[in-house]
Structure formats: C-alpha cells, structure tokens
C-alpha cells in the first residue's frame, strides 16, 4: 500500500508535457530539453540586445577598468583590452549559440553528441556547481544595493544594531539587504524565458539612463574628470612582467569571468525567431554596451575623486557617499534610491537569467522526469542558503579570483564543442539521437565518448598549475606557469579543440555528419526545414511512432520490410 501511493505521488510530481506537440517526458528528455518549435521561438534583436545588456549592466563590469589600472596598464591600455575582450566575448558566445540557432537545442543537449549521453553529465556538473555559486553571489551582491535603497529612504537603516553572532561574518545591515534581495527576485522565476520581453526593456532602458545621469552629474559637479582618467603606464621596474603580457592576462581574465555566460549561449539563441535576431542584437550589445559601462564607470569614478577626494570604484559604496550614508539631503536620497535600484534590478534580472534558468535547464539534464526549467531555477535559488555566500564573501579573500579562473576548465570543453560541431560533423547532428540510449550513434562506449577526456585535461592540465600560484600569491615560481595561465583560455580552447580533432580522426565513430531526415519535433520552419533538407513531419502519412524505423531501413539494419508513403514518394 505504501509503495502504491509513494508510486502514485512519484507521478504526481513527473513534469508534463503535451504529446501532441512532441513533449515526451522520460529519463532523456521533457518540455524544455527538446528541440523549441517556432511557436517558442519569441526572441527578437532587442531581446538579445537586452539579455547581453542586463549582464553588461552591471557593478563588475563598471570596476573593470580598475582591475587594469591596479596592474600598471594605462587607461588607454585598460580600454584597449575591454574593447578586444568584449569582441572575442561576442565571437566565442556566437560560435556556442549557432547550435541553438540551427538545432533548437540548448547547452545541456548540445553536450550529448560530444560527450556521449552518460558523458554529458561531467559539463553539466560543472556547470550546476557554478550556477549555484553564482546566483548565490549575484543575490549577496544585489543585497548591497538594495541595503543602499532602505538607507535612502530610512536613513536610520545604515546604522542599524547587529544582532547576528559573532561567528557570522556579516551584519544585520547585510544579511536584511540580501533577504529582500532574494525575496523579491523570487516571483519573476515563474517567467518562462519566451516570456522575458517587457523586464529586458524596462530594466536596460532604466540601468542604462540611470548610469549616464550618474556621469553627467559628477561631471557637471567636478567641472571635468580628475586625474584617475589621465593615468599614465605605471608598471613597477621591479615588476616581472611588461604591458604586452598584462594587457594578455587582463583579455585572459576578463574571458573567463564570462566564460559560464558564453557556455548560456544555445541555452537562449534556441529561442531566437532567426539567426540575425541573435547576431545583430548579441554583437550590437556585448560590444557596444559592454565597452560603454565600463568608460561610463571609469569617467563617473574619475569625476567623484575630484568631488570626494578619494576613490570609489565600488557603487555601492559610492552611493552611500553620495548621501552622506543616509545623512544627506532628501534630494540626495532620492537620486541615489533610484540609481541603486536600477543597479540591483539589472543584478537581479542578470542573476535570474543567467544563473539560475540556465542552473535549472541543466538540473532539468539530469532529472527529466521531474525537473523542467522553472522547477531548475528554483533549486537552484533555494540553494544560495546552502551556499551562504556571506561566508565565502567576506571570509575568504581569493574566492572570487578562483571563480573568475574556471575558465581554466569552461574553454576547453568550449573548444571541443566547437570542434565537433563545425569541424567534424559539418553542423549535421541527428536530433532524435539525442534523447535516447538504444539505436543512437551518440552511446559510444557505455554512454561516454571517452576520445573527449583526454582533450579536455590536456586543455586545463597545463595551465591549473598558474591558477594555483597565483591564489597562493606566489611570485616567485618559473614564469613559464604564469605565462601558460595568463593565456588560459586561448590555450584550453586550441589545446583540446585540435586534440580532439586528432583523435577522433584516429579513432572514428559512426554517425558523422549525419542528419535526421524527418523533423520529427516539429522544430522547423518550412524555410528552415527546406534548406536542412529534413522533411516535415505533418508529410508523412503514417503515425509517429512508425516513422523511427525510417532512419533504421535506410541505414541497413535488420527489420520488417515496410513502405512509408510520404509526400515526395515511397521508402
């Protein structure tokens, strides 16, 4: 009886999905693992432009030049190296997106035909650790700027008493500000990622007007920009590097803060209405915007030294200055109420729709059954209390450096994406493979494509050895293995892309450029499924579940001798 109502409340919580539009739930696949029909497909330019926009909005990308200025770099040099990192951001995302674009698929599919369907579990954990990681931070930080918001209006907020124990690294002040933070963020992950249209409108539009006011005003009131904007090259004489491997390390360091977000990339380009939507509003966005953040923030950050005698990179903390923390006047108050809440809205939307959808489109990789997008992206939020990103925060010095450096492990696993996609299968993949274990080319060896491994810790083995160095604060170790480190991402990416390349042509495997005949998601457009050369479903004259055994008699395997009338003439 037990086991009745236990199996009976297991299918309770089974995600659904509507047959008729191709929805199958079981082990390998639900609603939001296939292939998106047009009907899903709902992303404009603007959306993309306003996606790329919410994660160029954002505090880090305002500090980023202070992050090259504090190496020695002039600013020239440190805009210089924004204006590069930004481009190969757009042509990396790209080159993960057009999987999405062609395919309709997202990330955690797009592993499977790489990594084998067992293998693909070994990206996807990666990726469910960083989520978690991220989103937890994200809300710490959003925190911060909400605490800004109370304090504007409640003055007396900024000097409330802890009440926290003394074993708790943070303050009531903090902690309350991350609670509303997180409270408020909550409802918009019942959105689904179709429907993000009107928070990607309002939240750009006001982040971004609210930013240029921040530098009009400080300028106005500083009567120009102060002498952090005319800074020339100061590299120390002692100092074992020059600008060229600086200016390296900084395009290096910046990639790989993004790397989680340029993996996201069929994640969101599967719901785009067609390629040019997701190039036009992705590279207008990434470049443009992302370069013009951080020349807004090293302009207002510049002017406010005038004004303030001392630097402020962080706005949180400039905001509280700009107040007088909560002293100021109501006009102060105000200003600074809605600057901050335009920071944290974008950190909101950021954290939302780059971490936690994209966490819960990988837990829905792992657990179909019962984990779609929206369950995916709960979980993923519910665990920043397990994270306690206050601890790792405050207590730990290099935490986020160690974060920023998983490139170290994303770009080679990018490297062999991109490979296998475009090199060797020629942009030909076989949908209905990827969600199933018996007559699919994409089981290899027990489920893993072992060729994969090998590529890949040969991509991050040589360069983890400078990642350790450097949050030990060594500096004294062999140059070679900061050299290898400070070029990471480049080398990751090459490394395994051209090992894999080797050693798959070493050791081939079936399925190589093939490609579905028939649509059988009804994931295409006639247009698009007229220049792929796949039938559309709705042209066959028998039921679906007929229709597999197409690919199995025109590859030669054994079988009933059967006919299937379609639109064009006979198998």
């Known amino acids: 009886m037990a086991s009745l109502r236990l199996r009976k409340f297991g299918e309770k919580l089974q995600v659904k999905g509507d047959e008729a539009q191709h929805e199958k739930t079981d082990s390998w696949s639900n609603r939001d693992l296939i292939p998106l029909p047009p009907s899903r497909r709902t992303w404009a330019a603007f959306h993309y432009f306003g996606y790329w926009a919410i994660s160029s909005l954002n505090v880090s990308n305002w500090q980023t030049p202070n992050t090259y200025l504090t190496l020695g770099l002039s600013v020239g040099q440190s805009m210089a190296v924004i204006v590069i990192s930004r481009a190969l951001i757009a042509l990396f995302s790209t080159l993960v997106a057009w999987c999405g674009l062609k395919w309709h698929i997202g990330f955690t599919i797009q592993n499977r035909y790489t990594w084998g369907m067992r293998g693909s579990y070994i990206p996807l954990l990666q990726r469910i650790l960083l989520n978690f990681i991220w989103t937890a931070v994200q809300c710490w930080n959003g925190g911060r700027l909400v605490a800004v918001c109370i304090t504007a209006i409640w003055p007396s907020f900024a000097t409330i008493e802890n009440t926290l124990p003394s074993n708790m690294p943070t303050t009531t002040y903090q902690f309350v ?11 918009f992950l019942f959105i689904r990622p179709e429907k993000f249209k009107l928070p990607f409108q309002v939240v750009s539009a006001y982040c971004g007007i609210g930013m240029i006011c921040m530098m009009i005003w400080s300028l106005s009131v500083a009567k120009g920009v102060g002498p952090v904007f005319s800074e020339g090259e100061k590299i120390p004489s002692e100092s074992r590097w020059n600008s060229s491997w600086l200016i390296m390390s900084g395009i290096n360091q910046m990639l790989g803060g993004i790397a989680a977000g340029i993996t996201n990339g069929s994640d969101f380009s599967r719901y785009a209405k067609s390629p040019k939507h997701y190039i036009l509003g992705s590279i207008a966005s990434v470049w443009v915007v992302g370069t013009m953040v951080s020349f807004v923030g090293l302009v207002t950050t510049s002017a406010c030294q005038k004004i303030y005698g001392e630097i402020y990179w962080n706005p949180p903390d400039l905001l509280m200055v700009m107040m007088d923390a909560g002293q100021g006047s109501s006009k102060a108050r105000t200003g600074v109420f809605f600057l901050s ?63 920023s450096s998983f490139a170290v492990f994303l770009a080679p696993m990018i490297g062999v994406m991109c490979c296998d996609f475009f090199i060797l299968r020629k942009q030909k993949i076989q949908l209905s493979n990827l969600y199933r274990t018996h007559d699919t080319a994409y089981w290899y060896f027990h489920g893993v494509n072992w ?106 395997e054994k079988g009933p001798k059967t006919e299937y009338i379609v639109a064009d003439g006979v198998y």
């Open 177 to 187: 500000g991350f609670i509303v933070f997180w409270t408020l963020s909550l409802p």
């Open 341 to 403: 809440a335009g920071f944290a809205l974008t950190a909101m939307f950021e954290n939302i729709c780059g971490n936690a959808v994209a966490g819960g489109i990988d837990l829905a990789g792992l657990f179909p059954r019962y984990i779609d997008i929206r369950r995916g992206a709960l979980i993923t939020f519910i665990a920043c209390w397990v994270v306690q990103p206050w601890q790792l925060i405050n207590k730990a010095a290099t935490f986020i450096t160690v974060l």
């Open 451 to 556: 060729r994969v491994i090998p590529a890949w810790l040969c991509g991050w083995g040589p360069t983890v050895g400078g990642l350790i160095l450097t949050v030990r604060g060594n500096t004294t170790a062999p140059k070679r293995l900061f050299e290898l480190y400070y070029m990471a991402f480049f080398f990751g990416f090459f490394t395994s892309a051209l090992l894999f390349y080797v050693t798959m042509r070493l050791f081939p495997v079936p399925g190589m450029g093939d490609f579905d005949d028939v649509d059988y998601y009804g994931a295409f457009t006639a247009k698009e499924a007229a220049k792929l050369g796949v039938m559309p479903l709705d042209s066959l004259d028998v039921p679906l579940e007929r229709v597999e055994h197409i690919e199995r008699l025109k590859s030669g």
